[in-house]
Every structure is written in structure tokens, then in C-alpha cells.
């Protein structure tokens, strides 16, 4: 099922219309609906929304069963999502559980990429494994290369940029748990 496909489903599941959805969600009704039919790739931003809209978890989008807590994930079976627009990917290094504190995730942002600005209640950590990233935080730019990390308050405005030709890939864990 794709994930325009299983947003609907999950909507129609928890019997809400795209008027209760877009209201929820501060997102426009005709979007959820091309999201729905497969039209168009959502942010990450804009999944996250949808995901709290419809109170779920974003890796629930992303999983075609629930599965029990896995303690080992093998590589194959990740979950990953790309976007276009930010050229991100992103994979899913666990499986969801209800004692889940923190979300390991392995990101990939391809040169020009860029993410939009984010804010979310918690901390994050990124550990940058391969090329270069700056973060723009709080209208401070910090530029991490190859073994740097960085950790810092989620709830105030970030955002991510890879402004040069290599993929930038890293360890990003958040905390509390919204994917």
C-alpha cells in the first residue's frame, strides 16, 4: 500500500473527513487530499502534521504490519522514506514500541538539499558520518563535518542545509518519541 493510500485508510479507519484532518492539521484540505491520491510527496514537516492530526505515529505510515519491538533491525527491513523537495532520505533504525524513549534515525541529504524550518518539543542529537551539514539554529549557522556531532533544544526554530557536492550522512536521535 503506498502512503498516500494508507494515510486515507488510517483517516477513514478513525472515521474523519478531510475537513476534521485539514483542521487539525493546519493543512489544506485539496493537499491532504492530492497526498491521499498519490499526487504529490509530502514534507516530512507535513507528514508529522498528518501523523498528529490523525494521532498516530509517523513510522505507523511507513510500517505495513505492527510488529513487535525488534531488538535487532537488519538493514533490509528498514523503513525509509525520500522527499523530493528537501532531498532527504531518511531510514528508520527501530521498531516501534510503547516504552520508546528516544528514535534513531540514519539520514541522507543530497548536495542542494535543504530542509525546512522545524521545531518540536524535545532534544535532538545528529552525529554527521560522512560529508558536511550546517544547521541553522535559532539564526546561528554551525557547519558539522565527518565525526562531529551536534546536540541541542529541538523547540527552537532549525533547520538543515548541505551546501556542498558530497551526501551528507549521519545518526540523527530524537527525543521524545513523534515519528
Given amino acids: 500500500m503506498e502512503l498516500g493510500e494508507k494515510l486515507k485508510a488510517i483517516r477513514i479507519e478513525k472515521k474523519m473527513t478531510l475537513d476534521e484532518v485539514a483542521k487539525k492539521s493546519s493543512l489544506t484540505k485539496s493537499f491532504i487530499s492530492q497526498i491521499e491520491l498519490n499526487k504529490t510527496s509530502p514534507s516530512i514537516t507535513s507528514l508529522m502534521k498528518l501523523a498528529s492530526a490523525l494521532e498516530i505515529r509517523l513510522t505507523d505510515l511507513f510500517r505495513e504490519e505492527n510488529l513487535a519491538q525488534e531488538v535487532l533491525v537488519k538493514r533490509e527491513r528498514r523503513d525509509s522514506y525520500y522527499n523530493k523537495k528537501t532531498q532527504l532520505t531518511i531510514e528508520i533504525l527501530f521498531t516501534r514500541s510503547p516504552d520508546q524513549k528516544m528514535e534513531p534515525i540514519y539520514l541522507r541529504l543530497k548536495p542542494g538539499g535543504k530542509t525546512e524550518v522545524l521545531t518540536r518539543v524535545g532534544q535532538e542529537f545528529v552525529y554527521v558520518i560522512k560529508g558536511k551539514v550546517k544547521l541553522f539554529l535559532n539564526e546561528k549557522e554551525y557547519v558539522a563535518g565527518e565525526g562531529d556531532s551536534l546536540y541541542f533544544d529541538s523547540s527552537i526554530p532549525h533547520s538543515w542545509e548541505n551546501s556542498w557536492s558530497e ?9 521524545p518519541p513523534i515519528i
Fill in 167 to 175: 551526501t551528507t550522512e549521519g545518526i540523527w536521535v530524537g527525543t
